[in-house]
């Protein structure tokens, strides 16, 4: 079995990296917000979140993503998912677990051209560094991807063809 899992804050770039793995790996690509939004019904995690709040969000991530990760696939995990300890539980199992970082500039400029995402609060510094010790435990390659996206391809790339990975350009 390869399960090739990305976590991370969000904004790092779980799901364009996913897909681009996915791709080049010939293997499935599965995004949790996307599974989780068809489960309970809505269009956007904004939309979600409005009626269910995080806890129900939450109740979906734990229903769905153990399971998930027993594919042979690439899974993107939502920022909070790795939090959930089933779901930390299930992860470790995982063959690679990818634990993207950006800089904070970088999180809020990403996340300011998105359309389902708010932009980064006060609260959202805070809780994005109580998040970083648990997405490093749990990874097995740490990657910043705040420079560009070929050179966040080619760690990526490296580490999986020897086992490390190569600083990114900046």
């Not at 990296?17 to 904004?46: H, I, N, R, S, Y």
């Amino acid at each position: 079995m390869s399960t090739f899992v990305f976590i991370g804050f969000r904004g790092s770039g779980k799901s364009t990296l996913g897909k681009w793995l996915a791709d080049e790996l010939d293997l499935p690509f599965v995004d949790t917000d996307e599974k989780v939004l068809g489960f309970l019904g809505f269009q956007t995690v904004m939309e979600a979140w409005d009626a269910v709040g995080e806890e129900g969000w939450r109740e979906a991530e734990l229903h769905l993503i153990p399971e998930l990760l027993e594919q042979d696939a690439v899974v993107s995990l939502g920022g909070g998912a790795p939090l959930l300890p089933n779901v930390a539980k299930a992860i470790a199992v995982c063959d690679v677990v990818f634990n993207l970082t950006a800089s904070e500039n970088v999180t809020a400029d990403r996340l300011a051209r998105s359309c389902d995402r708010p932009e980064l609060s006060a609260d959202d510094t805070e809780m994005r560094l109580s998040r970083l010790p648990m997405y490093a435990e749990l990874g097995t390659c740490g990657i910043d991807t705040s420079g560009d996206l070929e050179s966040t391809k080619k760690c990526i790339v490296e580490f999986l063809e020897h086992g490390h990975q190569m600083p990114p350009a900046m």
